[in-house]
């Protein structure tokens, strides 16, 4: 019976597939622009172009959101039996556009299970804390991103917009109370577009896929994505997000079969882009190259938005987008044991897919999270890099809210040079950059106290000391040597003084508890809290 039911499911994806793919994106040349007439009915006022829309019996003209950038976008969708190249050849004859190219299709990088042990709420969330009781599979104490340590640093701020591009949200959860983004220039509910933005009552995000503004979530790992992010800390009730207070923009670009058309990512980034998304988080894949998604993800970045994407469950070096383009934070998933995932829970076959674009890897196997179709906490969970992603999306937003003027690539810079490195397997995870973990597995604490300092100092200088919590040998991770290090304790009390030579000089500390290092490199001067257990 499972194996009939996955046999079904696959042969509803493919159809969703085959559909979206009788769709054409073309991009019109700088100078030739449509008239909105046309466009409202059917064409886009172009003979050239109109004409070939005829021919091959086009269904729908739809323009695309080129925000603020000046040209136009068009999606065309044809029958199901329609030749595509010889359509993609006829419209590029033309001499009218720059590009045209299939609307390629992508998926969500995650899958659910149905039924798990019965364990309490947060303590579910070993990527977050792990203390190596976790009774799925093999797992080591410390392999998690040292939430607890970070929320001592930063918890997050309701001025940081966390955009979740994905299968939507459960909207009414109460994880999500008073965390979902709303556009204050639309009135609810009265038929307008009150902020002429394109989107009619667009008061908390957009559905891409049917083309509303009911972006709720009808498959759940939308909701499962966005929980890992952003869910209510402190109150008592199932899980805790990585951010305790950004706002959560919801734009829905996956359909119920887990199928996205690029169409929809791209103005679905646009949107996040232009309406103020500090940070992207796509946990979506597709395996073809497109200049109309790789334009929107430019759009992101330029404007200053941090944009993470996942790498993709197929256990090999092939290509996703968007986490190939230049820029994005593209991550990898980790298993509690530290190990990259290979296999995910739902398939042998599976894996975190690796390759030399890869930045980091994070917790995203046997992940706990929100139901899409229920404000209970059931016992289930999800896997796959989707699951990591927003680990990183997190992270990226606390990152923000401790500095608002940071760029895209410090942040970048940053979460990739205080990750902690050789984690797993040694076959795999080389010293420094490798293509299985990138540059290691995250860690919120490092990446959070690299910024602490008596002055304000760049990434260049950022400084790791690992790993932390420690049981009494520590090391610094630098790019510059010698440090001189002073080691102090919780009462501010000086212990000792060391020169740091390299990375491989160690620190040792006797006794448990917690301990400051001050580091002076150069002129500036960091302060590290490590704790000895």
Not at 40 to 64: C, F, P, Q, R, T
Not at 262 to 289: C, E, Q, R, T
Not at 431 to 453: K, Q, T, V
Request: aromatic share 10%; hydrophobic share 40%; net charge negative.
């Amino acid at each position: 019976m499972k194996k009939l039911l996955l046999v079904i499911i696959s042969l509803l994806a493919l159809t969703a597939q085959a559909q979206i793919h009788q769709r054409i994106i073309i991009k019109l040349k700088p100078g030739i622009t449509s008239q909105k007439e046309a466009v409202e009915k059917g064409g886009v006022g172009i003979a050239g172009l109109d004409s070939i829309h005829s021919i091959y019996k086009a269904s729908s003209i739809k323009k695309l959101n080129s925000g603020k950038r000046d040209f136009e976008l068009f999606v065309i969708s044809f029958p199901n039996d329609a030749d595509t190249a010889t359509i993609l050849r006829s419209y590029t004859a033309t001499g009218l556009i720059e590009y045209a190219e299939p609307d390629f299709t992508g998926e969500g990088g995650g899958k659910k299970a149905m039924s798990a042990p019965d364990d309490e709420f947060y303590f579910r969330q070993w990527g977050l804390y792990n203390n190596g009781s976790f009774n799925m599979m093999a797992a080591v104490a410390g392999a998690d991103i040292q939430m607890e340590d970070a929320w001592e640093i930063e918890e997050g701020n309701e001025d940081i917009v966390v955009a979740v591009m994905d299968s939507g949200l459960r909207l009414t959860h109460p994880e999500f109370e008073g965390r979902i983004w709303s556009n204050t220039s639309e009135t609810p509910d009265n038929g307008i577009d009150d902020d002429a933005n394109g989107y009619i009552d667009d008061v908390y995000g957009w559905d891409f896929v049917n083309e509303d503004n009911d972006p709720s979530d009808d498959l759940g790992h939308g909701t499962n994505v966005t929980g890992i992010i952003g869910a209510n800390g402190d109150n008592g009730i199932g899980y805790s997000g990585v951010d305790k207070h950004c706002k959560i923009m919801t734009l829905k670009g996956l359909n119920e079969e887990n199928i996205g058309s690029y169409s929809w990512w791209h103005d679905a980034i646009v949107y996040a882009v232009d309406h103020g998304a500090n940070v992207i988080n796509l946990s979506v894949g597709g395996n073809s190259f497109s200049t109309t998604l790789k334009g929107a993800i430019d759009y992101a970045l330029d404007n200053n938005v941090v944009v993470v994407a996942c790498m993709m469950n197929a256990d090999s070096d092939e290509i996703f987008y968007p986490a190939k383009f230049d820029g994005v934070i593209a991550v990898g998933s980790t298993d509690p044991d530290d190990n990259r995932t290979s296999p995910f829970f739902w398939d042998p076959n599976s894996g975190s897919n690796f390759g030399p674009h890869i930045s980091v890897v994070a917790p995203g196997n046997f992940i706990y999270g929100l139901d899409s179709f229920s404000d209970d906490y059931y016992d289930s969970y999800w896997g796959g890099t989707s699951q990591a992603t927003p680990l990183v999306s997190g992270l990226a937003s606390l990152l923000l809210a401790q500095d608002m003027s940071r760029t895209p690539a410090e942040i970048k810079a940053l979460i990739e040079e205080t990750a902690e490195d050789q984690v797993g397997s040694m076959v795999q995870d080389l010293a420094g950059f490798d293509n299985y973990y990138g540059h290691g597995r995250i860690n919120a604490f490092n990446a959070l106290s690299a910024a602490l300092s008596t002055e304000k100092h760049t990434v260049d200088n950022a400084v790791v000391a690992h790993p932390n919590p420690t049981t009494g040998q520590i090391y610094i991770k630098s790019r510059r040597y010698p440090l001189q290090l002073q080691v102090s304790n919780a009462l501010g009390q000086k212990l000792f003084e060391q020169e740091v030579t390299s990375a491989d000089s160690p620190i040792n500390i006797d006794s448990s508890g917690i301990y400051f290092l001050t580091l002076n490199i150069g002129e500036a001067v960091t302060t590290k809290k490590i704790i000895v257990e």
